[in-house]
Nanobody, 121 residues
Framework: QVQLVESGGGLVQAGGSLRLTCVASGDILNINDMSWYRQSPGTAREFVATISRPGNTVYADSVKERFTNSRDNYKNEVYQQMNNLKPDDTAVYYC???????????????WGQGTQVTVSS
């Protein structure tokens, strides 16, 4: 069984910074892409960023040059440094990883429970 746990959310003023962390644990053989999504009330969950195992990143246009993703493949952790936060960044942020387990050897997608980020104006 695999579990993803996010942390690092909170309340911050516009222009401030936060660093999110997502830790994957359990019967993990390998992790491919590690991604972040976010969802604010009344809207669909949207893609924020993804980082491949070698470290290649893709960002949504709305967060480019403000958010930076990195990962530690030994710790099975992904990080999202968020700078110059805006009120529109307010949302629940979810970790989403493509993980193969030692018991199945197939890749499945897993979601974390989310962490709230609130940016005040």
């Amino acid at each position: 069984q695999v579990q993803l746990v996010e942390s690092g959310g909170g309340l911050v003023q516009a222009g401030g910074s936060l660093r999110l962390t997502c830790v994957a644990s359990g019967d993990i053989l390998n992790i491919n892409d590690m991604s972040w999504y976010r969802q604010s009330p009344g809207t669909a969950r949207e893609f924020v960023a993804t980082i491949s195992r070698p470290g290649n990143t893709v960002y949504a246009d709305s967060v480019k040059e403000r958010f930076t993703n990195s990962r530690d493949n030994y710790k099975n952790e992904v990080y999202q440094q968020m700078n110059n936060l805006k009120p529109d960044d307010t949302a629940v942020y979810y970790c989403h990883d493509s993980i193969s387990t030692s018991s199945t050897h197939i890749y499945l997608n897993y979601w974390g429970q989310g962490t709230q980020v609130t940016v005040s104006s």
